[in-house]
């Protein structure tokens, strides 16, 4: 049985930082690509980040480059999503999601629960 759990969601001003951690269970994951999904009210979900199996590659779109960073602990089955200079339309609920491929689409075959980012003005 895989479980992803997220936590370190919460209310931050624009501008701040939030980290999101997610943790991980189950046999295979540590061979597993591994991304950040989020949805905000009335919008498609989109992707935020993805990280091979190695950490070796990286994935992100123009809306979130250089602003957040993925990275992944396989001795401890987490995967982190640092998140800096927070912009209201950042708000949204997050989801940690894990899969055999890495993809920028929502084709993983995991997900979390989700973790509620609100980013003030």
């Known amino acids: 049985q895989v479980q992803l759990v997220e936590s370190g969601g919460g209310l931050v001003q624009a501008g701040g930082s939030l980290r999101l951690s997610c943790a991980a269970s189950?046999?295979?994951?540590?061979?597993?690509?591994m991304a950040w999904f989020r949805q905000a009210p009335g919008k498609e979900r989109e992707f935020v980040a993805a990280?091979?199996?190695?950490?070796?590659?990286?994935f992100y779109p123009d809306s979130v480059k250089g602003r957040f960073t993925i990275s992944r602990d396989n001795g401890k089955n987490t995967v982190n999503l640092e998140m800096n200079s927070l912009k209201p339309e950042d708000t949204a609920v997050y989801y940690c999601?894990?899969?055999?491929?890495?993809?920028?689409?929502?084709?993983?075959?995991?997900w979390g629960q989700g973790t509620q980012v609100t980013v003030s003005s």
């Open positions: 990280i091979t199996w190695t950490g070796a590659s990286t």
């Open positions: 189950g046999r295979f994951l540590r061979t597993y690509a």
């Open positions: 999601a894990a899969g055999p491929h890495v993809s920028r689409g929502d084709d993983y075959d995991y």
